[in-house]
């Protein structure tokens, strides 16, 4: 979803006089019903509340429907079928969905190029996006004060973030490493270090606080996306696996470290588009058992001098 953002300002740009309406997962809806340019979020549901969403949908008058997913899905299928817009865009594959087919319209690898092939399909171009766009975050004030209240006692230093956690296992890097990594950082005082992540992860980030001997590390608790989003704005260096924190570290323009398994179309897609970025494969596709603290030092004191 965050990489589908600039698709929402570009259609109204494209549709002025049109009503743009999202339909999202209750997992991302708080992106798009943060987004001005976004008229209406419906929130999907995979149960027997999805005939509530179809009732919506239907008794309104879809002009068009555009589904950025560039792959075959069932849902999607099932979705414009029961829908039956006026004009469906999509990715067509072995069975046709859509009316009108994206996949002569994406001139780039990245998640953002793929979700702003509509506007390439709408306005006959061959743009490359990623190459000067990026994804868009609206950080609610009620979360950046928050933060900023928060955190006031570390202002005048450079703060750098760590993010332990990762949507699976196999992306999560070593309680081992972030140790190594702490105790073998040189720096000067100029430097606050912070990490943060998920809730089951607790245990392993104090782990890693606990048995760090060289340097201050404190842990920032980060219960919402907004807070995460806060806390990494409110950050020069954003260390992190492959997650939504690339994404949001695009937006923002921060500075970012990411890490990375060795799946090459999943870096093309997912990698970081920040003006300030480096990245580090594990040398592997299935874990980060590659990764090695020396690697992530080396990242590190590259970046800092930049920011």
Known sequence: MILTTPLFGKLKNIFPEYNLTVLASENNSYIPEENSSVDKVIVFKKNFSVLKSFIKLRSSDINYWIDTKNMYSSTSNMLVKNIKPERSLGFNYEIPVFTDSLNDYTFGSHGVDINLSPINFFTNTKETFSSY??????????????????????????????????????????????????????????????????????????????????????????????????????????????????????????????????????????RPLSDINEVIFSGNENNMDGIKAGSILEKIHKILPLI
């Open 133 to 270: 766009v990026r994804p868009e975050i609206s950080i609610p004030d009620i979360e950046i004060n928050a933060i900023e209240n928060e955190l006031v006692k570390y202002k005048g230093k450079k703060n750098v973030l760590i993010n332990y956690s990762a949507g699976s296992e196999s992306r999560v890097l070593s309680v081992e490493v972030w140790i190594e990594v702490f105790n073998q950082l040189k720096l000067t005082n100029g430097f606050n270090f912070f990490i943060t992540g998920m809730k089951n992860d607790k245990s392993d980030i104090f782990e890693i606080i606990n048995k760090t001997g060289n340097t201050d590390v404190q842990y920032i608790e980060t219960i919402s996306f907004y807070k995460f989003a806060a806390v990494i704005n409110f950050c020069d260096l954003i260390i992190t696996p492959d997650t939504s924190a690339v994404h949001i570290c695009s937006a923002l323009n921060k500075p970012v470290i990411g890490i990375y398994s060795d799946v090459r179309w999943n870096f093309e897609k997912f």
